[in-house]
């Protein structure tokens, strides 16, 4: 069967797809909560919130596990929302925040924060991701636009994907010279929720969820802007002030989510696929989609791996890439298949 005959083709079978997918993430997000070095039946789970007693099971569940949980559930939904906008902006299905240079630059602004200025607050590092993240992108946005002729869409991602390689060299570059922040940032580079506190949610959680709201909000405009300029243009859209609007929304998902989980790769490149194929080429729905099964991956993964391992802590970014490779894979030889 072709993959463009997996979707729901009626908006009922959408809704009941999207509220399924939020119940099996919240049910997963719950037993996410009671897995560790020692496992806590979900029951003591659900009574550490309703029925606190500040036992040691209790205190574990809401000081430990469940900001880690939090933690993966905004990280893995802003990125694959950040990374299905990026490929609506710019047409391009290999599009996504780390390719475009966004995650890089909130990396390696967080980097130079603990090795040149000394920041450990999480605040101060979640300022220095979005300053960085804001950084590349407004470089990536003046490169792909500027001059004349060619495309607009590829010359972001030229711009993009040539930004991401030299910021990525210089974050290396820092951490070879700086051994005292590899060590501190050695899990987070690769993509971690390895001691997430509760702090350091609250000081991303309120930029994320205005990413959120405004891709939401904004998933008609994106799904215009998908068609091309031209088409924007012909529905009284300006197509340069929603990519302008668009890139500030990914700034917001991406940096908050650099911030508080490092660089997780592949979630915001295999997500929206998965979403276009259990919904087709509407934003209105990917990107609903998105936010929901992006948490639901980097969850799953993180407990997935936690069982596995026995309780010990694998960087969530590679659970994800070993994961995400294998489908993307996967899906590219269907596709090829679909269009043989």
């Not at 933690?71 to 939904?77: D, I």
């Not at 979005?130 to 495309?151: E, H």
Request: positive net charge; glycine residues 12%; contains cysteine.
């Amino acid at each position: 069967m072709s993959p463009a005959r997996w979707h729901f083709g009626r908006e009922t079978g959408r809704v009941c797809a999207l509220v399924t997918l939020s119940l099996l993430l919240l049910a997963v997000s719950i037993w996410s909560v009671g897995q560790g070095t020692t496992g806590i039946p979900v029951e003591e789970v659900l009574r550490a919130f309703t029925h606190f007693d500040g036992s040691w099971e209790h205190l574990v569940i809401t000081n430990v596990r469940l900001p880690r949980v939090l933690a993966g559930l905004l990280a893995g939904g802003a990125l694959a929302a950040a990374g299905a906008i990026m490929q609506a902006v710019t047409a391009n299905p290999l599009a996504s925040p780390d390719l475009l240079g966004v995650n890089a630059g909130a990396a390696l602004a967080v980097v130079v924060a603990l090795s040149l200025f000394g920041v450990s607050s999480s605040a101060g590092h979640v300022l220095f991701a979005f300053a960085g993240a804001g950084a590349t992108a407004i470089a990536v946005y003046l490169l792909g636009t500027s001059g004349r002729g060619g495309n607009v869409r590829i010359r972001l991602v030229l711009a993009g994907a040539i930004l991401t390689t030299f910021l990525m060299a210089l974050t290396v570059a820092v951490l070879i010279f700086d051994g005292a922040t590899l060590d501190a940032v050695r899990q987070w580079t690769a993509g971690s929720l390895v001691n997430r506190s509760m702090a350091q949610v609250e000081a991303v959680l309120p930029f994320m969820l205005a990413g959120l709201a405004l891709a939401l909000l904004a998933r008609r405009q994106i799904t215009t802007l998908s068609l091309g300029p031209d088409a924007a243009r012909g529905v009284g859209q300006n197509p340069a002030l929603w990519l302008g609007l668009s890139l500030v929304i990914v700034i917001l998902l991406a940096g908050g989510a650099v911030a508080l989980a490092g660089p997780v790769g592949f979630v915001g490149l295999v997500v929206p696929h998965f979403a276009r194929l259990l919904t087709g080429t509407d934003y209105r729905w990917i990107i609903p989609f998105c936010i929901a099964g992006g948490a639901l991956l980097v969850v799953a993964a993180d407990a997935g791996a936690r069982i596995m391992l026995k309780g010990a802590d694998l960087p969530v970014g590679i659970v994800v890439a070993l994961l995400g490779a294998p489908f993307f894979l996967w899906l590219v030889r269907v596709r090829a298949q679909a269009l043989a």
